[in-house]
């Protein structure tokens, strides 16, 4: 695997691993944190998979676009589409006051960050 690949990894691991702790928090959690953790995450190991596969993107948090480049690749990812839709939301929409993600929010991108997660760890073999 290429190293640049692995630093990709690495760093969505330690989104994920946040987003988990946070997650498991029983008294105060920060579901804000875990929805934002989740959306990183999911980010960075669609650029593992890009990285990869030689495809260049460009700096961007938008995982619709990031998901229309790896389906070059991995076509049954387009399944992924709704629920990355969803994660979008979770770059920037519960960081500022105004909104807070709720126990439910969080339980969704958990979900789904998980499931992508394993896609992308099978796919590299880790």
């Known amino acids: 695997m290429k190293p640049l690949t692995l630093e990709w990894i690495a760093k969505a691991e330690g989104d994920y691993r946040t987003a988990c702790r946070e997650w498991r928090v029983r008294r105060l959690p920060n579901y804000d944190a875990v929805c934002f953790h989740t959306q990183q995450a999911t980010e960075k190991y669609l650029k593992a ?70 896609e992308v760890r099978a796919v590299l073999c880790l």
């Open 49 to 118: 998979r890009l990285q990869e596969a030689n495809i260049a993107f460009e700096k961007t948090h938008n995982l619709i676009r990031l998901l229309d480049l790896v389906l070059a690749v991995e076509p049954t990812w387009d399944a992924f589409r709704p629920d990355l839709g969803v994660l979008n939301q979770f770059a920037v929409a519960f960081r500022y006051p105004g909104e807070s993600a709720q126990k439910t929010n969080a339980a969704q991108a958990m979900k789904i960050c998980k499931a992508l997660r394993g």
